[in-house]
């Protein structure tokens, strides 16, 4: 059983700095690309960034030059780097991959951006 396990969203200012974090575990034996996803309220949900197992990104336009994906892949984990966060990143945010062939999603991580 693979399962995805996001970390560190939570109510931040805007212009403030999150880290999300997100943990594979299970019986791993390829991870190819892992990324993030969010979905605001009322809204589909939508890639945010992605990085290959050989570390190749892609974003969002509307994230560039503001996040950062990166992941380890000793320790089988992805994280995205977020800052000068702005209102309208308020959303869940899900981790996805995909493993041993097989697409998996985290539960999701909300994040709120408020004054």
């Known amino acids: 059983q693979v399962q995805l396990v996001e970390s560190g969203g939570g109510l931040v200012q805007p212009g403030g700095s999150l880290r999300l974090s997100c943990a594979a575990s299970g019986s791993i034996f390829r991870l190819y690309a892992m990324g993030w996803y969010r979905q605001a309220p009322g809204k589909q949900r939508e890639l945010v960034a992605a990085i290959t197992s050989g570390g190749s990104t892609n974003y969002t336009d509307s994230v560039k030059a503001r996040f950062t994906i990166s992941r380890d892949n000793g320790k089988n984990m992805v994280y995205l780097q977020m800052n000068s966060l702005k209102p309208e990143d308020t959303a869940v945010y899900y981790c996805?991959?995909?493993?041993?062939?097989?697409?998996?999603w985290g539960q999701g991580t909300q994040v709120t951006v408020s004054s």
């Open positions: 996805n991959a995909l493993i041993n062939g097989l697409v998996y």
